[in-house]
């Protein structure tokens, strides 16, 4: 067993995840007020399992699915090894919650969620994070969120907001687009408390560059870093559901509803093509309904459709698809 | 130049591709009445171009995109350079048209045809196919697709329809819901005239064991594949035509609606996880909107449904969504 690592991390892990996952549920179907989370237990034949919750045509929430998930087997995927060779040849164990909301009202925006822990012959990490994708944005809701994560972040590294920040902007990326998924969070992954902070695959990267000026950070042991991912999960619900409770009576109509199909389609995009989550799921036989259940209900895509200048639909795209510092953002006027 | 390549090889392929293009396009507006198709023409920064065409809100076709392209740079990406090791280090070049269609009516399937033509070095060769989508199928509809494609391939060699029809069934398959996307057609890649005819990524799929069993075809010219790939393009107005036809005054209603959207679902799932053409496209920084353009206008997901048991929906899964013999199908009764 690799050093300082307790004989029941997997445990502590996985019952940190069933009760965000169990809180998290609770507060979004009080918040729904009419949707009601149902739930699927199931068994993965290599190994492991997984209860799976989706809300449907709640009164906020089109729909809503909050993951859990616990697996193992014999080796990780080529896609894993890449990143961490030390795991080749060795059975994994992997374990973690996932959650993504496609709310009815387009001024509501998308919300993903995703903490993880992992541990494979000698290595173990933690990775996730969190990010929110506006349809129809307010600059207030950007710093909000952002504030309410750099907060958690802060109380355990003064680098992990900045790092992850940055890291977040680059992994929500679609590059077929050159545009980011929404307005970022944090997002980390490969922490096992060694080194420098950034562990992503590209070293030019706005992320690993203002990482390795940092230089490494001082070892932290597992339990420091599990503080620092629970604290991370529980700043979920302060926040995401301000924002939802702020935007869910403003009223909309076709055009919101027909901008709010069109960008859903980026969310598409973004977790066939890009989501390392999802090729996970997909590459190690996971639960197929589960892995696509951050799918969005309904989905509209339009053949070079560009938003006219001078609108809301245009100041998404200028202003807010593009990595911004929302944590000090000043509201000016 | 590589023995047997006329100086014009190039030219000659794009002519072809041009000319179906065009010959396809009218004949779907004549079919639809309303919908006329758009043209864009588009330049690529490291080399060619595009002519994209796009037929939307139609009376038959919701959406309808039929591309040319024709591409070259410096090299070609690591996914085909793994399959065509000869031709790393060289410039490529790369013309083809494919077409997707969405019809509104759930009882015309959704159709996909793309000829190609690759140069890189020492070696060039020929790729492609057509292969139909039907929501709410008809044996004989299938049957007909197939026997068309057949009869082009029959013309040139007995082994081509065999192969590349298992090819197919092999090249358009969703692992992750372990359906066939479609009732199939023909798929093939990497033709050069040389050695055996199945060239894809599984050694130890059917159309790779069935391809070894026939063994080694022998040589074909550059003039002989080109004649074969022209009448296989020109088989698709035969082979689709009379099935719009066929369906497109079948009254539908809420049910077939809802399942259609559902069912396309599936196609987004297999261009952006499995489509190589989708894949090359992205990597080399090709035009989005156009690579795109094969995304449904709408499409709906929905988190573990499953067709009642005897309906058209399940007949779907049961009978179709799996490899079959349609060309030797012989109706009962």
């Known amino acids: 067993m690799a050093d300082g690592l307790p004989a029941d991390s997997r445990q502590r892990f996985s019952q ?26 199931w068994e993965r034949e290599e190994g492991g399992g997984g209860r799976s919750r989706v809300l449907r045509e709640g009164a906020v929430f089109e729909q809503g699915g909050v993951n859990f998930s616990e697996v193992w087997g014999k080796e990780l995927p080529p896609s894993i090894l890449k990143q961490r060779p030390e795991a080749a040849g060795h059975q994994f164990y992997a374990t973690g919650t996932s959650l993504v909301l496609h709310p009815r009202n387009p001024y509501i925006p998308t919300i993903h969620l995703n903490y993880r822990y992992f541990e494979a012959g000698p290595v173990w990490w933690f990775g996730g994070g969190a990010d929110l994708t506006p349809y129809y944005p307010f600059a207030e809701d950007a710093a909000h969120f952002h504030r309410e994560h750099k907060q958690a972040c802060d109380q355990h590294h003064p680098d992990y907001y900045p790092v992850f920040k940055r890291w977040c902007d680059e992994y929500f990326y679609l590059k077929h687009r050159q545009e980011t998924r929404g307005i970022g969070g944090i997002f980390l992954d490969y922490q096992d408390g060694q080194g420098e902070l950034y562990r992503g695959p590209y070293p030019d990267s706005a992320a690993a560059n203002y990482s390795r000026e940092l230089g490494p950070v001082a070892p932290r042991s597992w ?16 926040a995401y559901l301000p924002i939802a409770e702020a935007r869910k009576d403003m009223p909309w109509g076709d055009r919101e509803r027909n901008f709010q199909l069109y960008r859903r389609g980026r969310y598409v995009e973004f977790n066939l093509v890009y989501d390392r989550g999802t090729i996970f799921g997909l590459q190690t036989n996971g639960r197929t309904e589960s892995i696509l259940m951050s799918l969005p209900p309904l989905v509209r895509w339009e053949y070079c459709y560009h938003p006219a200048a001078n609108t809301p639909e245009a100041e998404l795209y200028e202003r807010f698809l593009k990595p911004q510092d929302w944590a000090n953002y000043v509201a000016k006027g």
């Open 223 to 238: 339990e420091q870093l599990f503080a620092f991912i629970q604290d991370c999960g529980r700043a979920f619900l302060r």
């Open 16 to 41: 940190f995840v069933l009760q965000l996952q169990d809180e998290v549920c609770q507060a979004l179907e009080a918040l729904d007020g009419r949707g009601k989370f149902h739930e699927d237990s």
